[in-house]
């Protein structure tokens, strides 16, 4: 059965530092793999995906994120993060080869905090 | 904007009532999928919709149902409401095809009283 992992809850970085929130998964065929932000009151916003290809996926407003398919990974990552970046992020992962059923699953998310 | 919208934005009612949520996907969407957000339970999947056909179905309740209309617009109804039923409800649509990315609506807040 597929599942995804968010170790995390929280992650605290300054403004200006480098962003990770980790997200681990398990599939046992290649996944297809996301990553989305919901600021407060609001609905889940897409940030990027990976699919196929390179292992490097850059997605909306800087951030960017690297498939690891022996670690099983594919953390969210940001070079310099920003105040606005304070949000909650969810990792999700498709199976594609189960044909039957809902088919992504959402991590718990993680909440990240930027200091000003 | 996702595109997808949600009626209403806030409900409050009383237990024991039923309430219908509304939602209307993204322009060329046949896929509607229903979550539940509390703080506790993090984000729940409900169900989902394919061009009117029932795809798949998560953890709702047999007092929850949905279905999708011929213009693919989505209702979530939701029945015998206890104080635990309070909670956000999003609605999300994607095309056809399972390398696409969902689109969430503002969801809907639900305070039972």
């Known amino acids: 059965a597929q599942s995804v992992a968010q170790p995390e809850d929280q992650v605290n970085v300054a403004e200006g530092n480098p962003l990770t929130v980790k997200c681990t998964y398990s599939v046992s065929g290649n996944p297809y793999l996301f990553w989305y932000v919901q600021y407060p009151n609001r609905g889940l916003q897409f940030l990027l995906k990976?699919?196929?290809?390179?292992?490097l996926v850059k997605g909306s407003y800087g951030f960017e994120a690297e498939f690891n398919k022996s670690q099983t990974s594919f953390h969210l990552k940001k070079p310099s993060a920003l105040v606005s970046d304070s949000a909650l992020y969810f990792c999700a992962v498709r199976d594609p080869r189960n044909t039957g059923g809902f088919k992504t699953i959402f991590g718990a998310g993680t909440r990240l905090f930027v200091k000003a | 904007d996702s595109g997808v919208t949600q009626t209403p934005k806030h409900l409050i009612t009383a237990t024991g009532q039923r309430v219908t949520l509304r939602c209307s996907p993204r322009?060329?969407?046949?896929?509607v999928y229903w979550y539940q957000q509390s703080l506790d339970q993090g984000l729940q999947f409900l169900i989902q919709y394919y061009n009117g056909e029932e795809r798949a179905k998560g953890n709702i309740l047999e007092r929850f149902s949905a279905q999708q209309f011929p213009d693919l617009h989505s209702e979530l109804n939701l029945s015998s409401l206890e104080l635990g039923d309070s909670a956000l409800y999003f609605c999300?649509?994607?095309?056809?095809?399972?390398?696409?990315?969902?689109?969430f609506g503002p969801g809907t807040r639900l305070t039972v009283t």
């Open positions: 322009s060329g969407d046949l896929s």
């Open positions: 999300a649509s994607s095309p056809a095809g399972d390398s696409y990315e969902q689109y």
């Open positions: 990976y699919i196929t290809g390179d292992n």
